[in-house]
């Protein structure tokens, strides 16, 4: 088993994926560890200097003019870490709460938060064995961090709260016992350095936008498949086109879409059965293009933010001070994760306006609905009401969290930025857009059982029976939904994708 080396400023997606996913394990390097303790040891001084030091030597928000002694210190760290615990709503899924504990680890091990080594070793171990806290989604503000599902996260450390353990939801203080793990009993500085972060809406991010470049991919696949089952004209993927406006991700779509139906002999010139195509097919490139721009944009944002400390106060060991900030503010992450769901909103939009191409017999030239004896079967009307539904839901969630605000901790914290609404909502609209894009795909492949497959080019020869070894035909109305769920299944994990790799190299 890989294990992945946390240092701190150097963490990727890709090794966030390969322990939450995956299952390899971490651990500490060295010059982490001699971080760590340099930093622990500043804190150490200012307490027993007894300087007025913000959540060192004094309450939290709007009490940080309230001193605490040094023997009342073990009791503030701990009813810190009771007191934010007041999250709502559905547990996080096990991976999220996984990559909060990993990138929490790897913000510590920068150096920066004060922490004692112990308690991030004992967080290591929790990753490692797999004590995975219950962490409610709802209760973020993204102002201070993420501290309600951080708390929650941190309610495990102590042995308290409830977690996930060998696929039981029990008692933290058990799941922690069975693991052979002792909880940790907090000093000063530590619960501030173990909440005040913005890990829980970067996770949630980290991964929606591992998962949106997927399905981007897919997309100018399943876009490439609707073309061919709809004699697509080719010219407008000219790489000149493309090369004069001079948009990246639009010149790397099409250059996609020109390997995908390379061999084709479905797909057209112009003039030769019309002069044009509608936008959705002779704008993908100009419409995936953006999306994959944005994403590219997000994923920088993401990767810097997995790196950053975003602790408070930041603990300089060199100056040996500790000066109270703002980095624990979600900003960046709440405006770029509002991008990131119209992004993959707009992947949706264009995939619904495919699948009408495909259904509706005046537009296609095929039977109505994809299927033989019309009217006694109805085909592929509905799924086509479910992507109409999904895009329409999208349309509310893409409206942008982080153009709100709300004032708490008695004005004290009077900006806050929504990061976890939005990640969440961003989240959400990759699962309605992979779902559009599944019935998309299933369309796609009902059609070319009329059109044939017999002019396919070699990847949608690929994409065709990567379907159908899952998906039969629709010969009459059968229930559909399961053949939905099985075709976005095949997007999300990657499947269409790597058929699809397999025979024409790497997608861009």
Not at 223 to 241: K, L, Q, V, Y
Not at 473 to 495: H, N, Q, S
């Amino acid at each position: 088993m890989k294990t992945v080396v946390i240092g701190g400023a150097k963490c990727t997606i890709e090794e966030l994926l390969s322990v939450v996913r995956n299952g390899c394990h971490i651990e500490l390097s060295k010059e982490a560890k001699e971080r760590i303790q340099q930093s622990r040891r500043v804190v150490e001084d200012c307490v027993e200097e007894e300087k007025v030091v913000y959540g060192l030597t004094t309450g939290f928000g709007k009490f940080s003019d309230v001193n605490i002694s040094e023997e009342d210190s073990f009791i503030l760290q701990e009813n810190l870490i009771k007191s934010h615990s007041c999250g709502v709503g559905d547990p996080l899924p096990n991976e999220v709460v996984k990559a909060m504990m990993l990138l929490r680890i790897n913000a510590l091990s920068v150096g920066y938060s004060g922490i004692r080594l112990s308690t991030v070793q004992t967080l290591v171990d929790m990753v490692n064995k797999d004590v995975i806290p219950i962490v409610p989604c709802k209760g973020s503000l993204g102002a201070s961090g993420d501290l309600v599902p951080l708390a929650h996260m941190s309610l495990v450390l102590l042995g308290m709260g409830e977690a996930m353990y060998q696929g039981e939801k029990i008692a933290g203080e058990e799941a922690m016992r069975r693991a052979g793990i002792a909880p940790v009993k907090l000093t000063a500085k530590e619960g501030l350095a173990l909440i005040n972060g913005t890990q829980a809406m970067c996770s949630l991010g980290a991964l929606t936008v591992a998962d949106s470049e997927t399905i981007l991919k897919t997309a100018d696949i399943i876009g490439a498949f609707s073309m061919e089952a709809e004699n697509g004209i080719i010219d407008a993927m000219d790489p000149r086109i493309h090369k004069v406006r001079g948009q990246p991700g639009q010149i790397a779509t099409a250059d996609n879409i020109r390997r995908l139906l390379q061999g084709s002999k479905n797909i057209t010139h112009q003039g030769d059965l019309r002069v044009q195509d509608a936008y959705v097919f002779r704008c993908i490139p100009q419409i995936h293009g953006a999306s994959r721009d944005t994403i590219e944009y997000v994923r920088g944002v993401v990767s810097r933010e997995m790196n950053g400390v975003t602790d408070n106060p930041i603990v300089f060991a060199d100056t040996h001070e500790a000066i109270s900030g703002g980095n624990f503010h979600g900003q960046y992450l709440a405006l770029s994760l509002d991008f990131l769901g119209i992004a993959l909103a707009e992947l949706a939009n264009v995939s619904e306006r495919r699948i009408e191409r495909l259904v509706n017999p005046a537009l296609s030239g095929l039977p109505a609905f994809l299927v033989r004896n019309g009217g006694l079967n109805s085909g592929m009307m509905i799924p086509h009401y479910t992507a109409a539904s999904l895009v329409s839901e999208n349309k509310v969630l893409a409206h942008p969290a982080s153009v709100d605000s709300i004032p708490t901790s008695a004005n004290q914290e009077d900006h806050v930025s929504m990061g976890m609404l939005a990640a969440r909502k961003a989240r959400e609209v990759l699962i309605n857009t992979v779902n559009v894009l599944g019935i998309e795909l299933m369309c796609g492949a009902q059609a070319l059982e009329f059109q044939g497959i017999s002019g396919l080019s070699p990847a949608m020869v690929k994409v065709y029976r990567t379907v159908r070894k899952a998906v039969p035909p629709l010969d009459k109305d059968r229930i559909l939904y399961k053949d939905m769920e099985t075709c976005t299944a095949l997007i999300l994990e990657g499947v269409i994708l790597r058929a699809v790799e397999e025979a024409i190299g790497k997608l861009k």
